[in-house]
């Protein structure tokens, strides 16, 4: 797979040092040429000498065969450019820009720009994971975080236990796909049973949560 990593920074530069070692081809775009001298001693021909957030850049890295952009500059309006010029001049079908303050996500989603990475966010749901006294667990964001891939531990007290899946009063747009039971997994029919210490995988649009907790704990939600 083709990737271009814009921004030559740290996380630039590990990022590209990571892909390669996957076994991928990159090119890595840095416009200041202080920066790209001590890339070039490493990285060699990869590196692109060029500011990526303009068509002229991109064009020079070869974005009409990339499969994958991500721009990580330090500064989110030029990711989030960055990822509208590929989408727009190259048409790069997957796209991811760092986000620094998460407060901008939105306007990637907004823009469609491809996807935001907020590292701010990311920490906050580990942390969240942690914390969490409910024992549901966001797993996954899915759809720019208009969906989430759930973890959900059924606790002793849960009024779903004894009851088959199909007789579950879901929330709209919400799915139990796996069950995790006695270190196995289940793949969930009608006829399954949901028993005490079962670890139950759903997906579920992201305002359901709440409808969810309660569905599944009762009152302990």
Do not use: W
């Not at 990285?43 to 990526?52: M, N, Q, S, Y």
């Not at 579920?204 to 309660?214: T, V």
């Amino acid at each position: 797979m083709y990737v271009i990593v814009v921004g030559g920074g740290k996380v630039g530069y590990y990022l590209t040092k990571t892909l390669l070692a996957e076994g991928h081809e990159v090119a890595i775009v840095e416009r200041d040429e202080k920066v790209c001298r001590k890339l070039e001693l490493d990285l060699g021909e990869i590196l692109v000498h060029a500011d990526g957030s303009t068509p002229a850049g991109l064009e020079l890295a070869g974005a009409a065969r990339a499969q994958v952009l991500t721009a990580v500059t330090g500064q989110d309006e030029t990711n989030l450019v960055t990822c509208q010029v590929a989408r727009t001049f190259f048409n790069v079908q997957r796209t991811i820009g760092r986000v620094n303050n998460p407060k901008n996500e939105a306007l990637f989603r907004v823009l469609n720009a491809g996807t935001a990475v907020s590292s701010t966010q990311i920490i906050t749901d580990l942390i969240q994971r942690e914390v969490d006294t409910r024992h549901i667990q966001k797993l996954l964001p899915l759809a720019a975080g208009k969906v989430n891939l759930f973890e959900i531990d059924l606790m002793a007290t849960s009024p779903m236990l004894g009851k088959a899946v199909a007789d579950l009063r879901l929330p709209p747009s919400t799915l139990l796909v796996a069950i995790l039971r006695a270190g196995g997994v289940i793949v969930p029919d009608g006829r399954t049973q949901l028993l005490k210490g079962d670890r139950v995988i759903a997906v579920a649009q992201s305002e359901r949560e709440e409808e969810l907790a309660r569905l599944l704990f009762g009152a302990e939600a």
